[in-house]
T-cell receptor
Framework: DAGVTQSPTHLIKTRGQQVTLRCSPK?????VSWYQQALGQGPQFIFQ???????QRGNFPDRFSGHQFPNYSSELNVNALWLGDSALYLC???????????FGPGTRLTVT | AQSVAQPEDQVNVAEGNPLTVKCTYS??????LFWYVQYPNRGLQFLLK??????LVKGSYGFEAEFNKSQTSFHLKKPSALVSDSALYFC????????????????FGKGTKLSVKP
């Protein structure tokens, strides 16, 4: 049973560029959440997708957007990259209201 | 607003000794509490959770946590530490809002680095 997978593992972008990160949830899970973890910090919630709709959003600007596909996989898009967007981006999935969130290995984004 | 505090940036323990990693929380309503562990350059691994029931929760790798409602704490414990337990530990609380059928997001503490020396 595959867990949460994310791609790519690492990414280097230039300030002002756009980036797309991808996530496949754990088998059987229907909800995907995205978190940003800056160096030395705890993960910060970006947004959550359920039934192909954004259900919750954290305190992140509109430059951060996402999508969930019918197979429950998800994308995180960041436009007009800032240096401060450099972080580990974590995807988590869960099923229903009670189950715990399972995290993927993350995508390390570096903006130069 | 809901929040979690981990008062210690780092905890140092000798192998074989008991360990405790502290966490306090602030929530409205009943808390859903979690502990995750993160090894270098890795994602977060679920250790245990408290939803309801017994105040002592047992989890993976011999870890357990004690829920104390009066002290609003959820400390992580292990009777005998291993060098391989050295990692970054995060306490989290789930947002209790109603989000159209989906569960609330996790609110994390800033993490505690556990170092276990041989």
């Amino acid at each position: 049973d595959a867990g949460v997978t994310q791609s790519p593992t690492h990414l280097i972008k230039t300030r002002g560029q756009q980036v797309t990160l991808r996530c496949s949830p754990k088998s059987g899970h229907d909800t995907v959440s995205w978190y940003q973890q800056a160096l030395g910090q705890g993960p910060q919630f970006i947004f959550q997708y359920y039934e192909e709709e954004e259900r919750q959003r954290g305190n992140f600007p509109d430059r951060f957007s996402g999508h969930q596909f019918p197979n429950y996989s998800s994308e995180l898009n960041v436009n007009a990259l800032w240096l401060g967007d450099s972080a580990l981006y974590l995807c988590a999935s869960n099923l229903g209201l009670v189950g715990e969130q399972y995290f993927g290995p993350g995508t390390r984004l570096t903006v130069t | 607003a809901q929040s979690v505090a981990q008062p210690e940036d780092q905890v140092n323990v000798a192998e074989g000794n008991p360990l405790t990693v502290k966490c306090t929380y602030s929530v409205s309503g009943n808390p859903y509490l979690f502990w995750y562990v993160q090894y270098p350059n890795r994602g977060l691994q679920f250790l245990l959770k408290y939803i309801t029931g017994d105040n002592l929760v047992k989890g993976s790798y011999g870890f357990e946590a004690e829920f104390n409602k009066s002290q609003t704490s959820f400390h992580l414990k292990k009777p005998s530490a291993l060098v391989s337990d050295s990692a970054l530990y995060f306490c989290a609380v789930r947002d209790s809002g109603n989000y159209g059928g989906s569960q609330g997001n996790l609110i994390f503490g800033k993490g505690t680095k556990l170092s276990v020396k041989p």
